[in-house]
C-alpha cells in the first residue's frame, strides 16, 4: 500500500463530497484497517460505515458516527450490536467520550422488530436507515410504499428511531461517460421514495447512496445527503477500467515473484487466487494487470500460481523477477492479505487489518 | 466440517492408493489444519504435500517425508526451506526424531542451481522432482528431453538429488464418464518422459501426479506411483458435476443466515465472497449451492450477500433461517475462515488453520 497515494484519493473524495454538501461514510470493507479509517476520518469523513459486527468493533471508538449497512440478524449479532450501543467497544479502554451513534440498515419487519425488542431490553436506540433497492436486486424494499410501511414501522417500535433512507446502485458498473442513463434511472426511483416520504411526514435526515463506480456523479442524485464509497481509498483495475480512477491513483498492489517461465508466452508468479482473489469482471478478460506493463494481464489463477500473459508484450520477466499485481477487486485481495506492507515516503510499515475475520475484537 | 465424513472420505482414498499399489500424499492446501493431517496419515497417506513455506513448516513434525510441490523461488523461502531440511520447525519442540525427509518440485535450471546453492550452504539435501506440463500450461518443462536435461543438472549439483517426475493435469475437468480419452493423453505424454529418464540412466523413483477430478482414474496413468489430491478430504460442488463423489462425502459447508427476502424470487444470506469465494465454474452458473435444497443455487456473491435463487425451488426460506452452503471450490472457502466448527459425532469443536498466511509460523 501506498500511504501518500491513499491520502490522496481520501482528500480528493473529502473535498468532492464537500464541494458538493454531502457527507461521507467510507465503507471500512475494503481495508479493514484502523489506520487506514484514521486517514478517512483526518481527510474530512464524516464517520464509518461497517458491514460485519466485528467491523463495527474494531472502528467504534474511532469515530461516534457508525453506520452498520447491513441487517443485524440473529441473537449473537444483536448482543454485539446492543453492547457497542451501550458504550462498550471490543477494546477495555472503551470509548472514552460516551457512546457510539449506531445507525442500522434494514429492508425487513422482522428484522426491524427483533433490533427493537434488543434494544429495548439494553436500554439504548440505534437510528434506522430503511434500504430500498434501486436495481441491483440484492437487498432492500421494492419501492415507496415500502419504505414509507417500513418507517411508519419504526415509529411504533421502542429501542429505534427513523433516521433516513439507504440505497446502493452496484449494478452501475458501466465507464463513466456511459453513466448519465443509469444514474437518472436511479435518481427516479430515489425521488419517488423521497417525495412518498415527504408526504407520510417522514422526511429522511439521512439519504445515503451511491458507489464507487459512480462517485463522481453522487450529486446528481436527487436529495442525496451522503456517500459511502470505500474502494475509492486503494481503487482497482475495476475502478480504472470505469474510468473512475486513473493508473496513479492505484494505492494497493501485490508484491508477486516470478516462480516460472518454462510454459512459452506465459510467465507464472506466487500470487494466486489465495492473495488476487479469482473474481471476474463481466464481459473482461483476467484477474488483474502488471502495474509497470499495464498490457500484461493475470489471465489465470490457482490457489497459489497467477499466469500472466505475455502475448501482447516484448517483456520478458525472469524467475526471480518482481512484479506488482493490480486486482479487478481491491476488497476481496486485501481480505486474503495477514498484514499490508504500507510506504509511507521513506519509510515502510505493517498495517494491521483489525477488521478483519468475524470473531470478537479484543483488541 | 463433519470429521466423520472426512474420516470416510481420506480412508476411500488410502484404500485405492493401496489397491493399486500408489502411495497418497494429500496436499494440505486444502485444509491447512494439523489436527485434519493427522486424519489422513492415520489413515494411511505415506506423507504430505505442501505449496507455501508455511505449510511445510506447520506440517513438518506431523511427517518426516514433505513435498514441497512448487518451486521455492528468492532468498526467504530458501532461508525457510533449508531451516526446515536442516531439523528445525517452527515449532521449538522441533522434530524429535530428526530432520525431515523434503522433496522439492522444480522447472527451471535457475531455481535448482539457487536451491542446491543453499542447501550446500546448509550442509543439507532435499530431493527434486523435476515438473513435467501435461497440458495445463501452468508450470512444468515443455517434454521428455528438458525433463532429462534437469535430471542431469541435479546430478552435477551439490545439496539435491534427483527423485523423480512431478505433473499435475488440473485441465480434466470433464465429467467423470468423459475423463479417458483426456486420462489417456496425458498418460502418453507421461510415458514419453518415462522412456526417456530410462534411456538417460535416470529412472525416476517416484512419479507423482493426478489431480482431485481423475482421482479415481490415477491408476491407468502409466508408471505412477503416488497421487496427491487433496480436496478429496472435504469435497465440493465441482467434485459432485465431476462425479467423482456423491452428495453425502462433502464433508465442508458454509453455515449461513438468511438476512433478507425483499427482492421476490431470491433470498440473501449473509455468507458472499468473503466466505465462499466468487469462483466461478467453466460453463456452470453460481458458486455454490444450498446443501439441504440442491436445486437452489448461489447465483451472486458480493463481499457478504449470497444471493439464493429460488427459481427452481418450492422453498420460501424465512429471514433468520440458517442453510448450509456448498462452495463450488472449496479449498479457497477454507481460506477465508478464521477457524472451523467441527462436528466430531455428537461433539463440537474447533479446527485451528495453522497453515493459512505467509509468515514463518512460530506454534
Redo the contacts between chains.
Keep these: 500500500v501506498d500511504l501518500e497515494v491513499a491520502r490522496g484519493n481520501a482528500r480528493r473524495v473529502a473535498r468532492y463530497a464537500r464541494e458538493h454538501g454531502l457527507s461521507w461514510r467510507p465503507h471500512v470493507?475494503t481495508h479493514k484497517s484502523r489506520a487506514v479509517a484514521r486517514i478517512q476520518l483526518e481527510a474530512g469523513a464524516s464517520g464509518l460505515t461497517v458491514?460485519?459486527l466485528r467491523e463495527a468493533e474494531v472502528m467504534a471508538d474511532l469515530t461516534h458516527d457508525l453506520l452498520l449497512a447491513?441487517?443485524p440478524?440473529?441473537r449473537a449479532k444483536l448482543e454485539r450490536l446492543t453492547h457497542l450501543a451501550a458504550g462498550g467497544t471490543g477494546v477495555p479502554a472503551g470509548n472514552g467520550d460516551g457512546p457510539t451513534r449506531l445507525t442500522v440498515a434494514l429492508?425487513?419487519p422482522?428484522?426491524l422488530a427483533?433490533l427493537a425488542g434488543a434494544c429495548a431490553e439494553r436500554e439504548v436506540e440505534v437510528g434506522v436507515l430503511v434500504?430500498m433497492?434501486v436495481g441491483l436486486?440484492?437487498?432492500?424494499?421494492?419501492g415507496p410504499e415500502?419504505v414509507v410501511a417500513l418507517a411508519r414501522a419504526t415509529d411504533a417500535a421502542p429501542g429505534v428511531f427513523f433516521r433516513g433512507l439507504l440505497f446502493y446502485p452496484?449494478h452501475i458498473r458501466s465507464r463513466e461517460e456511459e453513466q448519465a442513463g443509469p444514474v437518472a434511472a436511479v435518481g427516479e426511483r430515489l425521488a419517488g421514495a423521497l417525495r412518498a416520504l415527504e408526504a407520510a411526514g417522514h422526511p429522511p435526515e439521512v439519504v445515503s447512496g451511491g458507489s464507487t463506480p459512480t462517485l463522481w456523479r453522487s450529486h446528481l442524485l436527487p436529495g442525496l445527503t451522503e456517500i459511502r464509497s470505500g474502494s475509492c481509498i486503494y481503487f482497482d483495475r475495476e475502478a480504472v477500467e470505469v474510468g473512475v480512477a486513473g493508473p496513479d491513483k492505484l494505492a494497493y498492489t501485490v508484491l508477486a515473484?516470478?516462480?516460472?517461465?518454462?510454459?512459452?508466452g506465459?510467465a507464472?508468479v506466487?500470487a494466486g487466487?489465495?492473495a488476487l482473489?479469482?473474481?471476474?469482471r463481466a464481459g473482461q478478460e483476467g484477474y488483474g494487470f502488471v502495474l509497470d506493463h499495464p498490457e500484461v494481464l493475470v489471465a489465470?489463477l490457482?490457489?497459489?500460481?497467477g499466469?500472466l500473459d505475455l502475448s501482447n508484450t516484448d517483456w520478458r520477466p525472469?524467475?526471480?523477477e518482481r512484479v506488482r499485481l493490480v486486482p479487478n477487486h481491491v476488497?476481496?485481495s486485501v481480505?486474503?492479505q495477514?498484514a499490508l506492507l504500507a510506504r509511507d515516503g521513506e519509510e515502510h510499515r505493517w498495517l494491521a487489518l483489525e477488521g478483519r475475520?468475524?470473531?470478537p475484537w479484543t483488541g
Tied chains: 1, 2.
Aim: glycine share 16%; net charge negative; charged share 30%.
Design positions: 470493507k458491514a460485519t447491513y441487517p440478524v440473529g429492508d425487513d422482522g428484522v427483533s434500504e433497492d436486486g440484492r437487498t432492500g424494499v421494492a415500502e452496484g515473484t516470478v516462480v516460472s517461465t518454462a510454459v512459452p506465459r507464472v506466487d487466487s489465495k482473489a479469482k473474481e471476474a489465470g490457482s490457489e497459489e500460481h499466469i525472469r524467475v526471480g476488497c476481496v481480505n486474503l495477514d475475520g468475524r470473531g
